[in-house]
């Protein structure tokens, strides 16, 4: 993959984070803390249907793209399975006597629980048709289709400024769920040929079996790292309000800078990853893509912790405290990120068993964390037990990584987490916020001190290499 090809796969994430950092002050203005928190179940909801009706498959489809010739069969026999599983849970749900949106959201409809339904398939196709764009590298297709929803959400929200109506929740999902309607019809329309062509292939029960048994361990890790990733909403949900259940939310999305990173590299990382060791792969090429990795993480996480404080002046006063919790919410995306590239052994040689174990034991951190922090801390607390959970899942996966396949020197990165995990618990501290945020400064100069040298000299080195052709 060149850098014209990163480049395009980049437009999305950057324009949809951008664009999402513009709605997310207009949300707060006009939907109280109780609808943002129900916004967030609504997507916890989502992501876990996700990773547990996909079986895992999706993964596999990634991991066998480039090992098969009929690419169409391969989408087909990883669709199915969980697309059938999914038809047969909804419809059982329906048929129960129960309210979902009751359960989720608090409040009794069936017109919630009907849209929840449909947003749950729509995003379940779009999952499936997105993996085709990304492997086939087709990068401009795909950010515009990460883009554009977003454009129609922000231009939903403002036609109902306009219209001057009692704005509830109904009205916030209602922009959500046209969103994800319109990021589906996107990639159907930019996929067409493809999956219009795998319409007509038979399935291959014995090609599903094998990627069965190497997806089995997989759903369990996927639904381990849902808990892992979401076990703070439902604790919150459980242990306190739908307010501190909204503050998260919000300084979560306010980690957007990092969830761009994370949407980059995971988009770009799978399929060069995989081309090289199909090539005969480099040890030394993981080794520099690790270190650049950790090296602008540390950076966005250092300057999300100098400068949050700037956060306060576009909400309104009542989420004052987002600007603290968001630098240890930062740690989900820019930990998850850097273990992609550290632990890429584990999938490489298969041994995804290590995934689950990895997952479990963060998995198990963060209830306890959860459990105590949450009751006296609410938002804070939950993000405190999440960045230490994660510290948990990258020390792991790394570890294990470098066991299995390619040993590599790590200290210094350890090192380097642990100082910004225990600032980043330090600032949602009362009594010592502005001495953490002090230090924060510093380690954030320190970093762009040690980010300019590498750049420099990397375009040193370009230089000297062009002078000598």
């Known amino acids: 993959m060149n850098t014209k090809k990163i480049l395009y796969f980049s437009i999305g994430p950057v324009g949809a984070a951008t664009l999402g950092l513009i709605t997310l002050p207009i949300t707060t203005w006009l939907f109280s803390e109780e609808d943002i928190g129900r916004l967030a179940m609504m997507q916890v909801t989502i992501s876990f249907s996700l990773l547990l009706f996909s079986l895992g498959l999706d993964q596999a489809y990634v991991r066998e793209f480039y090992d098969v010739e009929d690419k169409e069969s391969l989408l087909k026999d990883t669709f199915l399975p969980g697309f059938l599983l999914l038809l047969i849970t909804v419809i059982i749900l329906m048929l129960l006597p129960l309210s979902v949106s009751k359960i989720l959201f608090g409040i009794d409809s069936v017109f919630l629980s009907a849209l929840l339904f449909f947003s749950v398939f729509i995003s379940f196709f779009s999952r499936f048709l997105s993996l085709i764009l990304r492997m086939q590298e087709k990068g401009l297709a795909y950010s515009m289709s990460q883009l554009l929803p977003k454009i129609i959400f922000l231009l939903i929200v403002l036609f109902y400024v306009y219209i001057k109506i009692n704005l509830n929740f109904k009205y916030l999902m209602i922009a959500n769920v046209i969103s994800l309607l319109a990021v589906f019809l996107i990639y159907a329309w930019n996929t067409k040929e493809f999956w219009i062509s795998s319409l007509s292939k038979k399935t291959n029960r014995d090609n599903q079996c094998r990627m069965m048994r190497y997806a089995l361990p997989l759903i369990g890790s996927g639904l381990a790292f849902w ?243």
């Open 227 to 469: 808990g892992l990733t979401t076990m703070d909403k439902l604790f919150l949900r459980g242990l306190s309000t739908f307010d501190e259940l909204g503050y998260y939310s919000v300084a979560f999305s306010f980690s957007g800078i990092a969830l761009i990173f994370q949407a980059i590299f995971s988009t770009v990382w799978a399929p060069i990853v995989y081309k090289w060791v199909k090539e005969g792969i480099d040890p030394k090429k993981i080794e520099s893509v690790i270190n650049y990795t950790a090296l602008a993480s540390f950076f966005i996480w250092s300057l999300t912790g100098s400068f949050s404080w700037l956060i306060s002046y576009i909400l309104p006063s009542e989420y004052n405290k987002v600007q603290y919790i968001m630098v240890a919410a930062i740690a989900y995306p820019l930990l998850y990120t850097l273990s992609e590239a550290t632990s890429i052994g584990i999938n490489i040689k298969k041994k995804t068993l290590f995934s689950l174990l990895s997952v479990v034991l963060a998995l198990l951190t963060n209830a306890i964390g959860n459990w105590f922090l949450i009751p006296s801390h609410g938002a804070a607390g939950a993000a405190i037990s999440s960045a230490i959970a994660f510290l948990v899942f990258f020390i792991i996966k790394t570890e294990i990584s470098s066991r299995i396949w390619v040993d590599f020197p790590r200290k210094k990165i350890y090192i380097s987490i642990l100082i910004l995990v225990t600032l980043s618990v330090c600032l949602n501290i009362n009594s010592i916020q502005f001495y953490s945020r002090m230090l924060f400064i510093i380690y954030f100069l320190l970093i762009l001190i040690v980010s300019y040298r590498v750049v420099t000299k990397m375009n040193y080195k370009q230089w000297l290499q062009n002078e000598s052709k």
